[in-house]
Structure formats: C-alpha cells, structure tokens
C-alpha cells in the first residue's frame, strides 16, 4: 500500500524528499587557493667590466733648463790705501793723555856721547833709548810718556827715582811706550827728537 505524505516520498523505505535549492558542485577552482606557479629566478648575468683602455701618457718633454752664465766678477782693483794718521780719537776726546811705559831701566852707557832712537818692530808699541842721559850709576827709573794727537807728539819725561850704588858713569836709558796709534809720530826726550813709524795694533 502505498500512503502520500505531503512533501515526502517513501519508496522502499527510502525517504526522498524536496529539500530545497541545493547549490550544484562548484567546478572551477575555489578563489583561495593559490595556484601561482611563477618560478620566477633573476638570471640577470650582466657582466660588463670597464675595458677602458685610454694609455694617453704625458709626452711633454720641455727640459728648459736655467743657461744664465752670468760671470761677473768683482775686480775691483782699487788700492787706495789709507794714510790718515789722524789720531784725533787716541786720547778720547782729550788734548793729551798717558800712554803706559814698561821696562825703564839705565846701565852705564858705553857710547861716545847723547843720543836718542826710536824704533818700532811691534805694531802699536816704540822702543827708545836715550844715550848719555845722566850721570849715576844703578838707579831706579821712571818714565812718563805723553800722547799730544794734534801734535802728532809724544813727550818723555825720564826720572830717576833713588841710586844707591857708589860709583859714577855716564847712564843710557830704555824704556817701551805701548798702546800707540798708528802713524808717524816724533818721539822726544829731554832735548833730544826722533821721529817713529807705528802700525796699527
């Protein structure tokens, strides 16, 4: 027997049955599954290198070098010498001043007779001698020799300071005079003169 239920199908107990709109099996891909297959690799084998080969060298080749063969040679052959005795600045200022003697001494003179010499073999100094100048016989000399520059002079005053000797003889005197200026200069013991030649120290 068979019994109509509205809406329902039975048939051997199976039921079957309208159950509405039922969607149909989607049969593309579904949107979320990603199914990109882009094996993609950069292969990118750029090889280039800077072949710049541009040997462009400096070939300047200027050797200028400096040829001034300037020579010049000072011959100045001038021989002006100087013969300026001015002594002007010997006594600094002054009209005479004492220049210092050294070694006075008196032995009994052998000569003849009064004399007086003046010699110079050291610059800046005169040797002088004074023959015959008094009667004694060992005494103790002093001598005090005066620079005159506008005179062009130099002044000897010859003491004798004590003799203690008991003989007699006619006595010859020397004495150095130093720190003399150069020039030509008279050279005076008592009444006696010479003149003397001096190098300049």
Known sequence: MTRFVAGWLLVGGLGLGCQGNTDAPETGTPADVDTDTDTDTD???DTDTDTDTDTDTDTDTDTDTDTDTDTDTDTDTDT???TDTDTGEACEGAATCAL???GADATCDSTDG???AATS?????IDVRHDGWAYGCCPTME?????????????NVVTSVGDDCDCVCMLEVSW???EVPAGTWTVVSGALSTEV?????
């Open 43 to 45: 292969t990118d084998t």
């Open 80 to 82: 002006d010498t100087d």
């Open 100 to 102: 210092p003697v050294t």
């Open 114 to 116: 009064p004399g007086l």
């Open 121 to 125: 073999t050291t610059p800046g100094t």
């Open 143 to 155: 001598v005090v020799a005066t620079l005159t520059p506008a005179a062009a002079r130099i002044d």
């Open 176 to 178: 150095t005079i130093g």
């Open 197 to 201: 030649s001096v190098t300049s120290p």
